[in-house]
């Protein structure tokens, strides 16, 4: 047994009230219509959470069926019409109840695998069974996770422990924590994943031959039972090191053929292989460029091999030159993932997709949204979120992101009027696209409670929500967290969700201010530096000096990013005035002595948020501690250590930025308080 941590929102603890005597009577026999392993996998969590929830063990028949469905209860109370059948996606699901019956349907297995997930929710929240009925279709059909997982067992960014799939340059043999994480995925619609890092390093290219494609496809065979499609990072200088070749270019028939029988080989083993996941000329990896070949032209070539087998590629657009030189002030790493890849719109395979980060730079605390949105409009993409914390905390603070994420989906790009918000972008409701959706960084490893922090488990959960239903707010998603994870007690719920929902405004407030991002310790990106990046050739600067901070990214005066966007954006954050206050550092070059709306100066704003910061870190302490004996002590006390940690490194966050401005500027704190 791994701890009361575990199972995560998938614990199905016992309810104890009326409602539970209702589904208790109504859930004593399941006929299941239709039979395959993805079925097996519903009828097996349906059985899991009747037993834990309501201490329930049905009896479970088999009906030779077309169709896709569960029947709870009575079988002939319920029924699908065919309106239901007509307004059911290909992965949606229909939960619908009568007296003595509850059906769970779809018109795949995935549906009802889906539909199983969203009723054992339904019932452990305490939902009656009168209220159950819905129909739910997914908003995208690219709902995928990235793991940065190598070979050797380490994650890049990982901060909860090591690989789940790979261990001492080899494939751990016990599979059950892959199930169980498959588990937690489906549970919350995840339908992809890719299992290896993009930076593909030597022993990971080999992935893709025979010699560690069984293995592979031993994994992808787990993540099928729960409707998952495994895609793979490839090293695009494959034809070179696996194949020996002498070049990697996408236009030479040789690669080109290489490739070809390179994915004929792969598909053997994974006959529903996703597809490949690319990270090209980016941070030292190889690419078309190394031959004078453009992105689409590499992209391509791979998507003809895919083809056949119905794969796609999905070409990452973090592009940008990492050799810069900081006394440049010209280039400007935030125009570089857009003037790479605007010029190709429209020039890409229908079966190649990009994976766009949500801002122009790294995943930072605070980014305005990638212009890419809105500016492709011929082109699949998806949206690339960070789930693992490596610029907000690295699991040791508490940075719930669900508010940030939704900002990003809620933003309006105007691209083709008015409603081209970037989730409407991303699930292909504004430009027709094939291939769309949604792309996230894991945030587990093999600790026992998978995240590291108990509270970023949330992040996942969340995460798997939105790709469901961007529309779903912060606060609907924290309380049902809250309620799977924990407990259905509103002092409990309330308590928590306070410190969720403002863990990520108090975690900007202590570290980098109004936009500009960065200001922590080069290489493993935590605790404060504000120079830490500042001399350095990675495109990060913050440009202060005595008198003032920011990048002037405006196109009157600056790097001319500002003008990326469509109108009114361009115009709003070209005006220093219009532009949102939290985005300041990152448009503009700014005065310390200017003044803010709050009618502050930015100085004063610096050295206020810094100690506000710190203060609702204490508030947090001071909440979660109230929750003594009424959690259990495990997830208590260790909620509690990181909190610890996190107060701790906060007031050091503090004291180095505000010195650091206090020793440039010169300008006191109006409120006399202890700066170094
Ligand atoms: O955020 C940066 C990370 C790198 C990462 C890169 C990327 C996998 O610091 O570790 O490499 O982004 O997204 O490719």
Known sequence: KQGRAYDCWLAYRPLENAVADQYRTICKKVAVAGQSAIMESAVDELKRGLKGILGVEPEVLYAKSDTRALFIGSESGVELTADDMHALGDEGFILKTCKDAILIAGKTDRGVLYGTFAFLRCLQVGIKPEDLSRMENPAAGIRMINHWDNLDGSIERGYAGNSIFFRDNQFIADKSRVRDYARLLSSVGINGISINNVNVHARETRLITRELLPEVAELAGIFRNYGISVYLSVNYSS????????????????????????????????????????????????????????????????????????????????????????????????????????????????????????????????????????????????????????????????????????????????????????????????????????????????????????????????????????????????????????????????????????????????????????????????????????????GTYHRADWRAIGVDRTVARGTGFAGRYHKPNADMYEDMDKCPEELLLFFHRVAYRHRLKSGKTLIQHIYDTHFEGVEEVEQFREKWLSLEGKIDRERFESVLERLDIQLKDAREWRDVVNSYFYRKSGIPDEKGRTIY
């Not at 972008?425 to 430009?431: A, P």
């Not at 488990?457 to 239903?469: E, F, H, I, V």
């Not at 409990?492 to 980098?512: H, P, Q, V």
Request: glycine share 8%.
């Open 239 to 538: 034809p070179i090191e696996l194949g020996g070749l002498s070049t990697a270019d996408p236009l030479d028939k040789a690669v080109q053929d290489w490739w070809c029988k390179k994915a004929a080989e792969i598909y053997e083993y994974i006959p529903d292989l996703g597809g490949f996941l690319v990270k090209a000329d980016s941070e030292f990896r190889p690419g078309p460029f190394t031959y004078g070949r453009t992105h689409d032209q590499g992209a391509n070539m791979l998507a003809k091999a895919l083809e056949p087998f119905g794969g796609i590629v999905i070409w990452r657009c973090f592009v940008y030159n990492c050799r810069q030189d900081w006394r440049d002030t010209k280039t400007d790493r935030a125009n570089a993932a857009y003037d790479h890849f605007m010029p190709l719109d429209g020039k890409f395979m229908d079966n190649v997709v990009l994976q766009i980060k949500n801002g122009p730079m790294d995943f930072q605390v605070r980014e305005p949204v990638s212009p890419l949105f809105g500016g492709l409009t011929k082109t699949n993409q998806i949206l690339e979120l960070q789930i693992t914390q490596e610029y907000t905390g690295q699991q040791k603070h508490v940075c719930f992101l669900i508010p940030q994420w939704k900002e990003v989906l809620d933003f309006e790009t105007w691209s083709n009027g008015p409603g081209s918000t970037v989730k409407k972008l991303v699930c292909g409701k504004v430009y027709p696209q094939k291939h769309c959706g949604f792309a996230a960084v894991s945030n587990i490893g093999d600790n026992a409670n998978w995240t590291g922090h108990v509270l970023a488990q949330a992040n996942l959960y969340g995460y798997g929500r939105l790709t469901w239903n961007p529309d779903l707010s912060s606060e609907a998603i924290a309380e049902e967290w809250i309620r799977l994870t924990f407990s259905n007690d509103p002092e409990i719920i309330g308590t928590i969700s306070d410190i969720l929902l403002k863990s990520w405004l108090t975690y900007e407030k202590y570290t980098s201010p109004l936009g500009i991002g960065w200001m922590i310790n080069p290489n493993h990106h935590y605790g404060p530096n504000v120079d830490g990046y500042e001399y350095s050739p990675w």
